[in-house]
């Protein structure tokens, strides 16, 4: 298996809803990755966990809250987001370490009303 | 920091011609790695290549050759005999020597359109 799946592919929500994303891998990667996408702009970091482990956190708003139960699984809940939240977000993974390459998911494309 | 650059936002090619798309990065390490991905419309982000700082050697798979050049800082992407079908967003991409997983810093991407 080497691929990323993740789901929903489309999710619209209200601001005051709480909902998830959801990321998995059946690769053996040890590193997972959440990325943020707005139209006609490049992906963002938002956050990487290495070893099941939160490694980098990049200043994302405490409305988005990570979670690896384990190390084929990577969760994004959601919870009293804004209209400007709503992107296409992306999963990927590696082997972990630095300067391998990453494996991107479809993505979930998500609408904040 | 690191950082990089495709200053090209769009380009428009008619199938069948050669294109080159751009890309300049920036880094202080001296340990780092370039890469470039491939969007189409659908939105999945699809792995291209992988270059480390130390192997400076161009490579060719298929219609697709990358050329890394160190002097410039240019990590610059051909594709030969273009078809409709690369039509898509390409991105070039940094991650430095810095221990542990990292993430991908991306430039801004090219928007290859390839016409009939």
């Known amino acids: 298996d080497t691929e990323v799946t993740q789901t929903p592919k489309h999710l619209v929500m209200g601001m005051t809803n709480k909902k998830s994303l959801k990321c998995e891998q059946h690769?053996?990667?040890?590193?997972m990755y959440w990325y943020k996408q707005k139209a006609k702009k490049p992906p963002e970091l938002m956050f990487v966990?290495?070893?099941?482990?939160?490694?980098i956190n990049e200043s994302v708003p405490s409305r988005f809250s990570p979670e690896c139960p384990n190390s084929s699984l990577l969760n994004l809940h959601l919870h009293a987001l804004q209209p400007e939240d709503s992107a296409l977000y992306l999963c990927a993974s590696n082997q972990g370490g630095t300067g391998n390459e990453q494996f991107f998911g479809p993505g979930t494309r998500l609408t904040v009303l | 920091a690191q950082k990089v650059t495709q200053a090209q936002t769009e380009i428009s090619v008619v199938e069948k011609e050669d294109v080159t798309l751009d890309c300049v990065y920036e880094?202080?390490?001296?340990?780092?790695?370039l890469f470039w991905y491939k969007q189409p419309p659908s939105g999945e982000l699809v792995f291209l290549i992988r270059?480390?700082?130390?192997?400076?050697q161009n490579e060719i798979s298929g219609r697709y050759s990358w050329n890394f050049q160190k002097s410039t800082s240019s990590f610059n992407f051909t594709i030969t005999a273009s078809q409709v079908v690369d039509s898509a967003v390409y991105f070039c991409?940094?991650?430095?020597?810095?221990?542990?997983?990292?993430?991908?810093?991306f430039g801004k991407g090219t928007h290859l359109i390839i016409q009939p």
């Open positions: 270059r480390n700082s130390f192997d400076e």
């Open positions: 880094t202080r390490d001296t340990t780092y790695y």
């Open positions: 991409a940094l991650s430095e020597e810095g221990g542990g997983a990292d993430g991908l810093t």
């Open positions: 966990y290495s070893y099941e482990k939160l490694s």
């Open positions: 690769m053996g990667h040890r590193a």
